[in-house]
């Protein structure tokens, strides 16, 4: 089994930085990739961002250039970088790591419990 646990949302003003961390812990034999996702009220989870264990990344059109996803393999943690944040970044933000854990030969999706994040003044 593995664990998420999130760290580091909070209030911040329209214009602000906030930086979040996900740390993956258990049984890890590999995890290949590890992103972030949000749902706001009233709306589905979205994808926010994406980075495989090479460090490919992706993001959505609406993050494009304000947020920075970055993994630390050794530790198993992957961070993401949050600047000019806007009020519509407001939501609760979900990590995910598509791991393997030692027993077992497959790949599953994990999710951490969720962050909230505020963006008003």
């Known amino acids: 089994q593995v664990q998420l646990v999130e760290s580091g949302g909070g209030l911040v003003q329209p214009g602000g930085s906030l930086r979040l961390s996900c740390a993956a812990s258990?049984?890890?034999?590999?995890?290949?990739?590890m992103g972030w996702y949000r749902q706001a009220p009233g709306k589905e989870r979205e994808l926010v961002t994406t980075?495989?264990?090479?460090?490919?990344?992706n993001y959505a059109d609406s993050v494009k250039g304000r947020f920075t996803i970055s993994r630390d393999n050794a530790k198993n943690t992957v961070y993401l970088q949050m600047n000019s944040l806007k009020p519509e970044d407001t939501a609760v933000y979900y990590c995910?790591?598509?791991?393997?854990?030692?027993?077992?030969?497959?790949?599953?999706?994990?999710w951490g419990q969720g962050t909230q994040v505020t963006v008003s003044s």
């Open positions: 980075i495989t264990s090479g460090d490919s990344t």
């Open positions: 258990g049984k890890i034999f590999s995890i290949n990739v």
């Open positions: 995910n790591a598509n791991a393997r854990s030692y027993r077992t030969t497959r790949y599953y999706d994990y």
